[in-house]
C-alpha cells in the first residue's frame, strides 16, 4: 500500500479545468518532485490533497484511507501538511507563537512551547524566536512556513516552491534543510521552479502540463524526456545537459 | 524539570503593577471620595458621578466583549447590540412571568445570547470574506423585529420591570452604589475572561484565525469551531451587560436595547482605545463616554447627535494618525520614552495585534 494514492482527481474553475484526472502514488520515505510551466494545476493539486479545495471527481487515499474532499485540519489531524507558495505567516505573532500554533492542537502549552523551540532550532530561526513574523525576510518565512508545518508532526509533507522567491545565497541552506526532513522519514512531495534543487532534491519527478499528467519517473529520465523538455524546459536546457 | 509558562518573556513589570493597585483602589473607593484640593470642592458621592462610572463600566464591559471577538478574532461583528437586547429581554422576562431572581435571569441570558450566537455563526462562518459582518447587522435588525411584533415581550410599548423593594435577591436598590460595585465586577469578570483567553490555546487560535485562517486551518486548527467560541463568549457577556442595564433603568424597548447606534458606539470605543489590545476597550470608554457625556450636558437639548459629531472627528483623527487607538499611541510613542530597558516587553503586547 502506497503512503498516497491519487486517482483520476479533477477540478475545474469554470472553463478551465486545472487537474485533469490525475493519478500518482507516493511511497512512503519518498521525495518526489512535481514540476510544470506556470498555471499547469501544482498549487491546485496540493490545495486537493489538503482539502483547501474540493475535487470535481476523484478520489484522494492516504495510508489507505479515502480522504477526498475532508476539511483542511482534519486532513492535518491524520498527517499531511503544506506549505503555501503564498506565504502565509501569521503577522501580528511572533515566530514562537507561529510555530506554537502548528503543535498546539496535539499537546499542552508548555510541551507545544519545547516542542515549537526545537523546530525554529532546526529551521535555524533561533535568534528570531520572539520577533514578529512581519519583521522576517522571505527566506525566513520560508523557513518559519517549514517550521510550522513540522510542529504538526507530518507524514506527508506538501512544499510550495520553498526556494521560490529567494535569492541565491539562500537556496543551498532551504534545499540541506529539505534533505534533512527527509532523513527524519518525512515523505515529500515538492513543487519546484529550479531544476537544479529538484534534481538535487528528488528521487521520482512527475510533471504536469495544463493539468494534466505528462511524465512520472526518474529524474534523470524526466530530464531527458522529449514531451517534457519541449513543453517545459525548453531545447536550451535539453542542449546544455 | 520546571514547568515553563507559554509566555514567561511576557511578564508585566512591577511598575506596571503598581498602577494597576493603584487604579484598582481608586475604582473601589471612588464612590465615596469627597475632598477638597484648595478651593475645589471635589465630591464623588453624588448619584450622577456613580453613574457616569457605571456608564463607563456598562461600556467598556460590552466594548471589551466585541473585543474578544473581532480584535482577537478577527470576526467583525456590527449588530452586537442583539445580543445586548437578548440578555435585557431574558432576564426582564423570566422575572415579570416568572418571577425568577434577575442573577439567574442573567446567567439565562448568557445562555440564550450562546445560542442566537450558534444560530448567526454556523452558516455565516462557513462563508469567507465579509458575510459574517454583513449578517451581524442583518440578525440584529431581524431581532429587533421580533421583539418590535412579540406580545409577551410587550411589542414596541416594552416592558416596566416591577419595582421591588431593595435586596441582593431582587437585584434592585435606590441606591447606585451596589450597580455600581455590580458593573465593575461584571467588567472585571469579562476582563479576567480575557486575560485567561490570551494566555490558553484559545488565545492562539483566535490571533491565528484573525492573521490567516486558510493557513490556521491547514495546522490543523479547527477554525469554524474556535470562531464560533470566540463568538460565543463575546455574545455571553454582552447578554450580561444587558441583563444589567434592564435591572439598572428598569424599562426596556426594542428601540432602546436593540439599538444600531449602540452596535457602532461599541465599535467606536474598541477602536478609539485600540483594537485587538487588552486595554483598548477601557481606555476607549473611560475617555470618550465622559466626553459624550460633558458635551451632551453642555450643548444637550439641541436636537441630538452633537455627542456623535465629537466621536466623529475623534475617529477619524485616530484612523489617520494611529489605527492602533491610544493603546498603539502609548505603545509606540510614550512607553519608549517611560521605559528605556532594552528587549522589555510587557504583558500587554500579548494583543499586538492592531499595532501591525
Known amino acids: ?79 499531511i501538511a503544506r506549505t503555501f507558495q503564498k506565504l502565509r505567516p501569521f503577522s501580528s505573532m511572533t515566530v514562537l507563537e507561529n510555530v506554537m500554533v502548528g503543535a498546539l492542537p496535539r499537546m499542552s502549552m508548555s510541551q507545544a512551547r519545547q516542542e515549537a523551540l526545537q523546530h525554529i532550532e532546526v529551521v535555524g530561526l533561533h535568534r528570531m524566536t520572539h520577533s514578529l513574523a512581519s519583521t522576517l525576510s522571505t527566506g525566513q518565512r520560508k523557513r518559519l512556513e517549514l517550521a510550522r508545518a513540522m510542529a504538526t508532526k507530518p507524514k506527508l509533507l506538501l512544499l510550495d516552491e520553498v526556494t521560490g522567491g529567494v535569492d541565491h545565497k539562500s537556496i543551498p541552506g532551504l534545499v540541506a534543510l529539505i534533505q534533512r526532513l527527509r532523513r527524519e522519514g518525512v515523505t515529500l512531495l515538492v513543487i519546484e521552479h529550479s531544476m537544479k534543487v529538484v534534481m538535487e532534491l528528488a528521487n521520482r519527478i512527475i510533471a504536469l502540463h495544463l493539468g494534466e499528467k505528462i511524465c512520472d519517473d526518474l529524474p534523470e529520465r524526466v530530464a531527458t524526456d522529449r514531451r517534457v523538455i519541449e513543453l517545459y524546459l525548453g531545447k536550451a536546457y535539453a542542449k546544455n545537459h | 524539570m520546571v514547568e515553563v509558562s507559554a509566555t514567561p518573556e511576557r511578564r508585566s513589570s512591577a511598575r506596571g503593577w503598581v498602577i494597576y493597585a493603584v487604579l484598582g483602589v481608586f475604582v473601589l473607593v471612588y464612590p465615596f471620595m469627597r475632598f477638597q484640593v484648595g478651593p475645589l470642592q471635589v465630591d464623588f458621592t453624588f448619584p450622577y458621578t456613580r453613574h457616569l462610572f457605571i456608564l463607563i463600566f456598562l461600556y467598556a464591559l460590552t466594548a471589551q466583549a466585541w473585543n474578544i471577538l473581532a480584535g482577537y478574532c478577527g470576526q467583525v461583528s456590527f449588530g452586537h447590540v442583539a445580543y445586548f437586547g437578548i440578555g435585557a429581554y431574558t432576564s426582564s422576562m423570566l422575572l415579570m412571568n416568572f418571577h425568577l431572581t434577575p442573577w439567574i435571569g442573567m446567567l439565562a441570558g448568557g445562555l440564550a445570547a450562546i445560542a442566537l450566537a450558534l444560530v448567526v455563526g454556523i452558516p455565516t462562518f462557513r462563508l469567507t470574506g465579509h458575510y459574517f459582518a454583513i449578517a451581524t447587522l442583518a440578525i440584529a435588525e431581524t431581532v429587533q423585529t421580533i ?210
Open chain 1, 1 to 79: 500500500m502506497a503512503l498516497v494514492e491519487v486517482e483520476n482527481l479533477t477540478k475545474a474553475f469554470g472553463g478551465v479545468v486545472a487537474n485533469k484526472n490525475i493519478s500518482l502514488r507516493v511511497e512512503q520515505g519518498e521525495t518526489v518532485g512535481l514540476i510544470g510551466p506556470n498555471g499547469s494545476g501544482k498549487t491546485t493539486f496540493f490545495s486537493l490533497v489538503c482539502g483547501d479545495l474540493r475535487p470535481d471527481h476523484g478520489t484522494v487515499r492516504f495510508q489507505g484511507e479515502d480522504i477526498t474532499g475532508l476539511p483542511p485540519h482534519i486532513i492535518n489531524g491524520k498527517g
Open chain 2, 147 to 356: 421583539f418590535m411584533n412579540w406580545n409577551a415581550a410587550g411589542e414596541a410599548k416594552g416592558l416596566w420591570l416591577p419595582v421591588m423593594k431593595d435586596s441582593w435577591l431582587n437585584f434592585q436598590w435606590k441606591s447606585k452604589l451596589p450597580y455600581y460595585y455590580i458593573a465593575l465586577a461584571l467588567l472585571c469578570l469579562v476582563y479576567l475572561a480575557t486575560y485567561w483567553m490570551e494566555r490558553s490555546k484559545l488565545g492562539f487560535y483566535f490571533r491565528a484565525i484573525r492573521d490567516d485562517a486558510v493557513a490556521t486551518s491547514s495546522l490543523g486548527v479547527d477554525i469554524l469551531t474556535y470562531k464560533l467560541v470566540a463568538l460565543s463568549m463575546s455574545a455571553f457577556f454582552s447578554a450580561l451587560a444587558g441583563s444589567f442595564y434592564a435591572q439598572y433603568v428598569l424599562f426596556i424597548d426594542p428601540f432602546s436595547v436593540f439599538q444600531l447606534q449602540h452596535s457602532v458606539l461599541v465599535v467606536l470605543l474598541a477602536t478609539f482605545g485600540g483594537v485587538g489590545t487588552y486595554w483598548g476597550p477601557i481606555v476607549g470608554t473611560a475617555i470618550l463616554i465622559p466626553v459624550s457625556e460633558f458635551v451632551r450636558i453642555r450643548f444637550g437639548g439641541t436636537g441630538g447627535a452633537e455627542d456623535l459629531i465629537v466621536y466623529g472627528v475623534l475617529i477619524v483623527l485616530i484612523a489617520a494618525l494611529e489605527p492602533a487607538g491610544i493603546v498603539g499611541i502609548y505603545r509606540k510613542h510614550i512607553r519608549p520614552r517611560l521605559f528605556r530597558r532594552e528587549g522589555m516587553i510587557d504583558v500587554h503586547d500579548m494583543g499586538q495585534a492592531a499595532v501591525d
